[in-house]
T-cell receptor, first 113, second 117 residues
Framework: DVKVTQSSRYLVKRTGEKVFLECVQD?????MFWYRQDPGLGLRLIYF???????EKGDIPEGYSVSREKKERFSLILESASTNQTSMYLC????????????FGNGTRLTVT | AQKITQTQPGMFVQEKEAVTLDCTYD???????LFWYKQPSSGEMIFLIY??????QNATEGRYSLNFQKARKSANLVISASQLGDSAMYFC??????????????FGQGTRLTINP
């Protein structure tokens, strides 16, 4: 069974702090994604990666960066957290194969005060 | 730009009834895929069913089926014989392009389904 693990379930940070959200998958998937989920807006793609050290911007990359130094690990970085980044963050992975479904982690609920 | 629309923010259904969750999409790409995910209150996203744009048959997976009407650009999820455990948020999603093998999924706003005993 595919397992996508996000390092924290809940996180509280202060405005201006640098925040790291970590995600690890154990199925050797090529693709990894970061989404944020907000009520009424569904899931919006922040960044994704199709290979080690490769990344592409999603629909809302502003204020975020990512790092993928190893195939199994994909990190989301908030350079200077702001209150409008309070949200649920979901990491996902998938095979490179066409139409392969995304497998999600349990999410990290981040609160920025 | 591709777009997914789920027009039902919430639905209430009696246990054992069938339920249809609506999803319409907009794309000019002839090749695309449609996905449905379930998110229970615990938060994890569970993949339910997939439909490819070139598939001739409607997808089915146990109690889940996808009513795919290509000309109308709709991909409604049908749950037969609903159960209390079906209460959750449901998201429709569409594959958006294919960059280096990565499938960007675009999600709808979601429908919160509540099954009443």
């Amino acid at each position: 069974d595919v397992k996508v693990t996000q390092s924290s379930r809940y996180l509280v940070k202060r405005t201006g702090e640098k925040v790291f959200l970590e995600c690890v998958q154990d199925m050797d998937h090529e693709n990894m994604f970061w989404y944020r989920q907000d009520p009424g807006l569904g899931l919006r793609l922040i960044y994704f990666s199709y290979d080690v050290k490769m990344k592409e911007k999603g629909d809302i990359p502003e204020g975020y960066s990512v790092s993928r130094e190893k195939k199994e690990r994909f990190s989301l970085i908030l350079e200077s957290a702001s209150t409008n980044q309070t949200s649920m963050y979901l990491c996902a992975s998938s095979l490179e194969r066409q139409f392969s479904p995304l497998h999600f982690g349990n999410g990290t609920r981040l609160t920025v005060t | 730009a591709q777009k997914i629309t789920q027009t039902q923010p919430g639905m209430f259904v009696q246990e054992k009834e069938a339920v249809t969750l609506d999803c319409t999409y907009d794309t000019s790409d002839p090749s695309y895929g449609l996905f449905w995910y379930k998110q229970p209150s615990s938060g994890e996203m569970i993949f339910l069913i997939y439909q490819g744009s070139y598939d001739q048959q409607n997808a089915t997976e146990g109690r889940y089926s996808l009513n795919f009407q290509k000309a109308r650009k709709s991909a409604n999820l049908v749950i037969s014989a609903s159960q209390l455990g079906d209460s959750a948020m449901y998201f429709c999603a569409m594959r958006e392009g294919l960059i280096q093998g990565a499938q960007k999924l675009v999600f709808g706003q979601g429908t919160r389904l509540t099954i009443n005993p």
